[in-house]
């Protein structure tokens, strides 16, 4: 089991940035590759961005690239997502997620089917 707690989340202005922190306890989490998606009001969730148990591949979701960056720090065992240049339309509930290490997953990154573990989501909200 991997337990997923996400923090950072809050209020600001269109424009401004935060950094969302997603910490990892119990099983290995330098070998999981993790995730951020996210889910606004009355949509279905979907991907934002992705990054490899190595942290060497990164992915991320046309809405978000060039504004966002995911990283992690397997020391720490945490993953982030700093979020800069936000818009009102990155208003969502954040979710983090974890997934075994899988050869699928550099193709089906994208897809919470990859993903074992789910956080309980931070809501960031951008007001314009």
């Known amino acids: 089991q991997v337990q997923l707690v996400e923090t950072g989340g809050g209020l600001v202005q269109a424009g401004g940035s935060l950094r969302l922190s997603c910490a990892a306890s119990g099983r290995t989490f330098s070998g999981a590759a993790m995730g951020w998606f996210r889910q606004a009001p009355g949509k279905e969730r979907e991907f934002v961005a992705a990054?490899?148990?190595?942290?060497?591949?990164?992915y991320y979701a046309n809405s978000v690239k060039g504004r966002f960056i995911i990283s992690r720090d397997n020391a720490k065992n945490t993953v982030y997502l700093q979020m800069n240049s936000l818009k009102a339309e990155d208003t969502a509930v954040y979710y983090c997620a974890a997934g075994q290490s899988r050869t699928s997953w550099f193709i089906g990154h994208s897809g919470e089917s990859q993903y074992d573990y789910w956080g309980q989501g931070t809501q960031v909200t951008v007001s314009s």
């Open positions: 990054i490899s148990w190595s942290g060497g591949t990164t």
